[in-house]
């Protein structure tokens, strides 16, 4: 059986923001430097501790969490919607997993828009990190045209314990 395109998609370099919500309802961003969806639709996001503090703020047992990704060359995109789970400092194995994830970032960007690989990996890789997982409820595509705003998928995927 093959995967849905979707959750495909979360093994390529993608350009990555998670969103919550603050207590005035206003949202809080943060760039994200990778997934780990091995276990979609549980996954592990990785957020650089110097940009978090805001994010992480709001993340409390009921906090509802978005992460939209998108796939620089052909502009897919998705935004994966479902409830926080944890967050903890990253192990040095996804301390690396990042490393590798924005180098191939920065390989697209340098091939597509020409800017300098070192110059954006330097401004997008920042260490100490997070690991937050998130258990997706909601798929929506996002990609711009036809369809962008559809759901992608069942709800719920799986209930989680």
């Known amino acids: 059986m093959s995967l849905p395109y979707y959750q495909t998609l979360l093994s390529e370099p993608l350009a990555f923001w998670a969103a919550s919500c603050n207590e005035q309802a206003c949202p809080e961003l943060v760039r994200v430097n990778g997934v780990d969806a091995t276990s979609f639709p549980e996954l592990t996001f990785f957020i650089p501790e110097v940009f978090a503090k805001r994010f992480i703020a709001t993340l409390n047992p009921d906090a509802q969490l978005a992460l939209l990704g998108t796939h620089i060359p052909t502009y897919n995109s998705f935004q994966y919607k479902g409830a926080f789970h944890s967050i903890r400092p990253c192990a040095e194995k996804e301390v690396q997993q990042q490393f590798d994830y924005v180098h191939k970032l920065t390989d697209i960007v340098d091939q597509l828009l020409g800017l300098s690989k070192q110059e954006v990996f330097d401004s997008i890789f920042f260490q100490p ?33």
């Open 129 to 161: 990190s997070y690991a937050v997982h998130l258990i997706v409820t909601d798929v929506f595509n996002q990609t711009p045209g036809k369809g962008a705003g559809q759901s992608e998928i069942l709800k719920p995927i799986r209930q989680h314990d």
